[in-house]
């Protein structure tokens, strides 16, 4: 008679773990998923200089994800940097540099394969003149 106890306690307690090893997995691909959220962000660097290479601050550089049509902005350091994070960005921009006095930049930037760090060749600008009326 125990053996037989001992049995169907032992096949309800296989049953219990089987069931509680589903549920664990089950609850493991959601946190896989939410782990990979923002594993595609961008990290985005570049350079703004002037027509003899000296760098260019406060300059407004724009990054337009073209994936997603949303835009980032920021403004360049004292010498003239800028670093620009952009999560689920897709990996395909357009950067506009735009400064006082030059005239505006845009070029196109790819992330080729997995990077996640794109750096931006220099822009150099050009000044440009503007009629007042």
């Known amino acids: 008679m125990y ?3 001992g049995s169907c306690v032992l096949q309800s307690m296989k ?5 509680v090893a589903i549920f664990v997995a089950a609850l493991g ?7 990979q959220v923002g594993s595609s962000t961008d990290i985005l ?3 703004v200089v002037g027509p003899n290479g000296e760098p260019i601050a406060g300059a407004r550089v724009e990054v337009l994800s073209l994936e997603t049509q949303v835009s980032r902005f920021r403004t360049t350091n004292e010498k003239g940097q800028w670093t620009l994070l952009y999560p ?4 395909n921009y357009r950067v506009t540099v735009k400064a006082i006095g030059m005239a505006p930049s845009v070029q196109n930037v790819n992330r080729q394969a997995d990077e996640d760090r ?3 060749p220099t822009t150099s ?3 440009t003149s503007q009629r007042l009326v």
């Open 3 to 5: 053996a037989r106890v």
């Open 15 to 19: 049953r219990l773990l089987f069931a």
């Open 29 to 35: 691909i959601p946190a896989r998923a939410c782990a």
């Open 45 to 47: 660097t570049g350079k």
């Open 88 to 91: 689920d960005g897709g990996g």
């Open 118 to 120: 794109l750096e931006v």
């Open 125 to 127: 600008l050009s000044p």
